[in-house]
């Protein structure tokens, strides 16, 4: 046994079981052994791929709809446009080439920020965004104040959840130990429900429920939310999860396109939890934003048009591309595979009138 599996197990031996919220965020980010900081885990030769990587088409209408909110907060000459967890920088290529070509007015104003923690994704993204001047940082704490347009794609189900059980004696959080030289589950002391989270009180559980809660997800939304009340700008969420709240446990491991054990290869594997989308909006709202959807991410992509790029793209393309091009919608569409499963959100500041692609506002006002 080496790397990281060792080195927890030094660390819970001599201060006791950890969180899963700890356990993810040292899976993912330990600066030596984390998996997102020692590879490049995207595509075919990877553990798993996302929309951008799937086709262009994706990033280029993600560009467009963030044109149609910077034409609707007034065309500022100056605009952050922001990734959070930007992968290999492909959505953010597709998505500033359809941009200058539909809007070159919104091309000289963008002030590109990306916030990425990945030194392996970074250098990616420095290759991908060559001559686009671009600014990395950690975390959203130091992308500079103004008026704000950010994507976030496949980033919040990666942030570390915490999980609590109903148990006969009360609620009780779910963490890991050492059993046996091993890594192994362990559950923490009672607590009360309402010390479990602010935005998440649980209601209807019976034993056996678990409760997902993801501090780090409610701490950005807040931040979020408050930039938009106070400088303008929208927000959009793109993620595979839950649109009403629910009960059980999505945390997942993922190795080479494959599911796996949780502590199975610690540092090895993709760890993802389903992104809770019901309070990740009244979050948003209750720091005074406004949110729209969820929709689904195959019903969003088609009413923003793109049946139409796709068609477009075809016609200069060969009979092998064109079969390519269709295979990808159907990919991105279609329910069997990430259509209905992926879902976005439109965030917005308070005077927003419904984005493109959100049909009605159904989600939560301040
Ligand atoms: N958006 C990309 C990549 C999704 S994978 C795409 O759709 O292809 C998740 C991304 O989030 C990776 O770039 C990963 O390095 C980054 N990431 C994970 N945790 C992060 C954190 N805490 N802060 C910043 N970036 C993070």
Known sequence: ?????????????????????????????????????TKDPLGRGGDFITSPEISQMFGELVGLWLASEWQRIGEPANVRLVELGPGRGTLMVDALRAISVATPGMASAIDLHLVETSPVLIKAQKKNLKGQKTTWHSDLSSVPDGPILLIANE?????????????????????????????????????RAKDISETRAPEDASVGSVLETSPQTTAIAEELGGRLTKDGGAVLVIDYGYSKRAYGNTLQAVKGHKYTGLLDAPGKADLTAHVDFETLSVTFANAGARTFGTVDQGTWLLSI????????????????????????????????????????????????????????ETGHSP
Do not use: C
């Open 1 to 37: 046994m080496a790397g990281l599996e060792s080195h927890l197990i030094k660390q819970i031996k001599k201060d006791g079981p950890i969180s899963l919220a700890r356990f993810m965020s040292e899976a993912l980010g330990h600066p030596k052994y984390g998996y997102y900081m």
């Open 155 to 191: 980033f919040f189900d990666a942030l570390p959840i915490r999980q609590h059980e109903l148990t006969k004696d009360g609620w009780q959080e779910r963490m890991i130990g050492v059993k046996d030289g091993k890594l192994n589950p362990v559950l923490g002391d009672v607590v």
């Open 305 to 360: 048009g793109m049946s139409l790029r796709a068609e477009t793209l075809k016609e200069d393309a060969s009979e092998h591309e064109s079969n390519e091009i269709d295979l990808a919608v159907r990919r991105l569409v279609s329910p069997e595979a990430m259509g209905t499963l992926f879902k976005v959100l439109a965030v917005t500041d308070a005077k927003a009138p419904t984005p493109a692609g959100f049909a009605v």
